[in-house]
């Protein structure tokens, strides 16, 4: 580097349609990544790149609070040091050229690659990380994500592997809420009798779904028949038409009993206190994820079994349907109770994952100048 500051660029998938930041996940990935880079002392300028089918000149709403100027990878080849593939998927051959002129190259990997890989491969469906010959000088990736893929990313892709510190802000969310048609509350209201249960596991791969959310819901209804109002779960709707889920769903007493609603996908800002009061979820290898940091910003109980969320919410054991079912109940007996202290723990934890933190500047920029080392 010589001292020299960088032009780093993170790539975005813009395409050609009706496209939103909540989608999922990933593309505040690549607005939080920018953010903080942008603070970086190694960083001259940041942009985000990008490499879809769209057009960014049609994309103003998706792209309405993008924190760095967006540029094509035709701009990108010529300009930036290093390009982060995030969002979009680079070219192999873009890659090598970029490459050849002296860019660096890190591969992001913000989701559970190897389950998907799997699945993509057996049922032949679209592919999606699957290696593709880009040269990569390091793989970044998250601790939720350690076990599953860490030894796959260094083996397939033939490049050291480095864990990185997720990162959140509630700025998007808050932005988010404000334009939406529930205004800008969304804080836990204490004081029902009964409570109004979301599920929004996405439901299109096995390590987020909502089976074992809406079971222990159902346990807890099978012990405790006055404490809930409704299930909700959304990301479902597409699964009306299952033999196998609809199956699943109608062994449940909360179905059974006209308790239960299978909806379509909607951003959580749109749905809480409007809706619903708690929300209970699941995953498998897939420990850290927005929806959790949301719930517990807006002091939401959030039944849940991650280990990478210290001591918030309410956590329950690995796939155990009666011990989720007796962290439901636990969180209905107290919450309000301790909602002071609930609201305490989950912002001492939220401010960690902060883009902006000195501590996490440090992390990404340490590991951009290793790169040059």
């Keep these: 580097m010589n001292g020299r500051r960088l032009k780093v660029g993170v790539t975005i998938f813009v395409r050609a349609g009706q496209q939103s930041l909540w989608e999922n996940g990933i593309f505040q990935n690549c607005f939080f990544l920018a953010m903080l880079l942008e603070q970086s002392p190694l960083v001259e300028t940041i942009y985000l790149v990008n490499g879809g089918d769209g057009r960014v000149e049609d994309a103003s709403a998706f792209l309405a609070d993008a924190p760095a100027k967006v540029i094509d990878l035709q701009t990108a080849s010529t300009q930036l040091d290093v390009i982060i593939e995030l969002s979009a998927q680079l070219d192999p051959v873009w890659a090598r050229e970029f490459r050849s002129r002296g860019g660096r190259i890190i591969g992001m990997r913000v989701a559970n690659d190897y389950s998907i890989d799997v699945e993509r491969m057996i049922f032949g469906r679209p592919q999606g990380m699957l290696v593709s010959g880009t040269p990569y000088d390091a793989i970044w990736t998250l601790p939720a994500f350690e076990k599953t893929c860490s030894a796959y990313y260094e083996a ?92 699943f769903a109608t062994s449940l007493d909360l179905v059974r009993h006209g308790l239960a609603s299978f909806e379509a996908r909607f951003a959580t800002y749109e749905v809480m206190s409007s809706h619903a009061d708690a929300i209970v979820s699941h995953h498998w290898e897939n420990a850290q994820n927005y929806l959790y940091y949301e719930t517990l910003y807006g002091g939401y109980p959030l039944i849940h079994n ?53 501590r996490n500047i440090e992390e990404y920029s340490a590991a951009i100048a290793q790169l040059y080392m």
């Design 156 to 247: 397939a892709f033939r490049a050291p592997v480095r864990t990185m510190q997720h990162l959140w802000s509630p700025i998007l969310f808050e932005r988010a809420a404000a334009r939406s048609a529930q205004g800008p509350s969304f804080s836990y209201t204490p004081g029902r009798s009964k409570w109004r249960l979301a599920i929004f596991e996405p439901n299109i791969c096995m390590v987020k779904t909502s089976h074992i959310p809406m079971l222990l819901a159902d346990v807890a209804y099978r012990q405790s028949r006055d404490f809930i109002e409704v299930m909700r779960v959304y990301n479902s709707f597409h699964l009306k038409g299952d033999a196998l889920f609809v199956s």
């Design 306 to 358: 991650s280990h990478l969320i210290e001591d918030c919410g309410y956590r329950y054991s690995a796939f155990d349907p009666q011990d989720g079912a007796l962290a439901l109940r636990q969180a209905f007996s107290e919450h309000d109770r301790r909602l002071d202290d609930y609201k305490r723990t989950a912002r001492a934890f939220l401010k960690k994952l902060d883009p902006l933190a000195e």
